[in-house]
């Protein structure tokens, strides 16, 4: 990885990343594969996260759909662990909460691969801001 | 892709729930099945929408319109209006408390900017463990601008400019304790991060550990360039592993990409950051305990002056921030001074976090203005009180904090106030309670906890909390008297004023606090003699009701102290001088035959 010498080329990563053209990095545009977020803070991992990451890896795989799957950290719903965020192409992202594996099945055969939304959907209730100078 | 044209959105949380939302959906169903639109239109059941005051709630999606406090029969007003004939139905709306007008569409609604997340803005959003993602979220960007457009001066004035005070519990100026850092000439100075989260229900900070580390890291370096200083250290406790593990990922990352080490954007200056491990005190989250504990000596506080700006670890100026404090600054820096101090209250700038914890629905992280009010936090963001029960109090600031109670909901939450109330902001753990909960066992709690972590340097801290603790003890055990109340109240005073530490400037608190606000509990505990949330053992009584007992001797038979005496088919009795009030002969009764007096 080269080193980032000046603001000037921060910027110019920056914008490569964003538009996720950055094809080293990513070989696939993110824009048009399912893109799952698990939230993995100890927390999360405590209640089952990781089991659930590593289910969606195998039977997205499995299923044959194209998708990216991260691990991030807390969205800040404890009361709601395993949580995960699923964003459709072209899409809003959705949250579910109380993902075990029987939900994440759930997830991927309605969600997924039709659209249809699944019980354990929590709501967004906040704002963040945008650091755009 | 989905046949479902529109979908309706019924609020499942606990308190929409206890309001009949599983009605609403049963409703919604058998119309929609009625008008044969169960195909294009589906009912789904979700978490909670944080908006309990109002519930239930039924969105509609994709017009985003929002019902309040609707009922199971006005389903079928919605499917027939709004589902079949396309209009809204205006008596449903959400109404603006301000201007009474209906608001028709949610993301206009007020309510749901009570959460501003600043410090959380990359947490649960960024792979925290990819640097390119921190990037593409602007990351580095503000010590870049720092490092090539601003002079220390002008950052330490831009800081102090936006009246952000530390959110490590006392809520010192930032920008000040930046300017006397910057002040003191030296060849090395520090930047230290204070990770050692110590409050029993606080974890924010591990969450932006966990969740945004570049964070931190690139408010260290803005700090180290503000202060001249080229070191920057982390005092982690070893109990957040995960932690530790992301943020050496991120040091390394960091390090790869040049933006930690020599000449950084080519501009010349240096730093680095290490980590140093604390070993889980309490006392360590103290500045001049925790220095001491990177030194390698007793994590023991000293007296300030001198301040850790003049001379703190290995006798150089250093700068202590808490995790939450610097994760704020890269926002203040590209944002500006002005932007950050038009949120929140005219003295607490910005936005805290809280963990919210203990009998309410939604425990979580949340992060609101400063000047949100308590009922905001618990009845709306945090969903209400578990099981429906009744609120108590509210212990803010973790065991240095008070206990606040419903007189106390409506006020703004800022800094100052919560010092007015008798609390403390502390590192922002909320730990609710309901009518359930015993306000002496609880001082109790509170002060057990500081016993075991007092360092033990000075007396009033060391031997004082511990008396209180006994005097607490003989209450809950119904052996207290009226004087040990001006007891408690005076040594407290005393601990306050002659402690060294913060530790025991604040281990009184939950004590003063619970004492001023359920005096009366505590009088009842002895002069009653009695627990009125019931929970101090020795209080309670268990005893047999003679109507009610058949005698079938299953109770003698389950009491493990063998308490219970009787004859089959008599009346039984209990005696209270072994019975050790476990509750299995309640449990195996089957005639209600026994009660706690």
Sequence with gaps: ?133 | MSKYSMHLLVCGGTGCHASESDAIVCNLRDELEAKGLMDSVQVIMTGCFGFCEKGPIVKVMPDNTFYVQVKPEDAQTIVEEHVIKGRKVTRLLYKDPVSKESISDSKQMGFFKKQLRIVLRNCGFINPENIDEYIARDGYQALGKVLTTMTPEEVIKEVKDSGQRGRGGAGFSTGLKWELARKNKSDEKYVVCNADEGDPGAFMDRSVLEGDPHSVLEAMAICGFSIGASNGLIYIRAEYPLAITRLKIAINQARENGLLGNNIFGTGFNFDIKLRYGAGAFVCGEETALIHSMEGLRGEPTVKPPFPAESGYLNKPTNVNNVETFAAIPAIILKGAKWFSSIGTEKSKGTKVFALAGKINNVGLIEVPMGTTLREVIFEIGGGIRNGKKFKGIQTGGPSGGCLSEKHLDTPIDFDNLIAAGSIMGSGAMIVLDEDDCMVSMAKFFLEFTVEESCGKCAPCRIGNKRLHELLGQICDGKGTLEDLDRLKNMSLVIKDTSLCGLGQTSPNPVLSMMDNYYDEYVAHITDKKCPAGQCKNLMEYVVNAENCVGCTACARVCPVNAISGVRKEVHLIDSSICIKCGACIEKCKFDAIFIR
Excluded: H, W
Excluded at chain 1, 60 to 70: D, G, K, M
Excluded at chain 1, 74 to 87: D, F, L, Q
């Design chain 1, 1 to 133: 990885m080269s080193k980032i010498t000046s603001l000037a080329d921060l910027k110019k990563r920056r914008e490569e990343l964003k538009s996720g053209l950055d094809i080293r990095i990513k070989a696939i545009d993110p824009e048009n594969v399912v893109q799952v977020k698990v939230a993995m803070a100890t927390c999360g991992i405590a209640s089952g996260a990781k089991t659930v990451m590593e289910f969606f890896l195998e039977q997205l795989e499995r299923r044959n759909i194209a998708a990216v799957i991260t691990q991030t950290g807390c969205m800040g719903y404890c009361y709601a662990e395993p949580t995960i965020e699923v964003k459709l192409p072209g899409q809003d992202p959705v949250v579910f909460g109380f993902v075990d594996l029987k939900r994440a099945d759930q997830i991927i055969e309605k969600y997924i691969k039709t659209g249809e939304l699944v019980d354990g959907i929590i709501p967004v209730n906040y704002q963040t801001i945008d650091l755009k100078e």
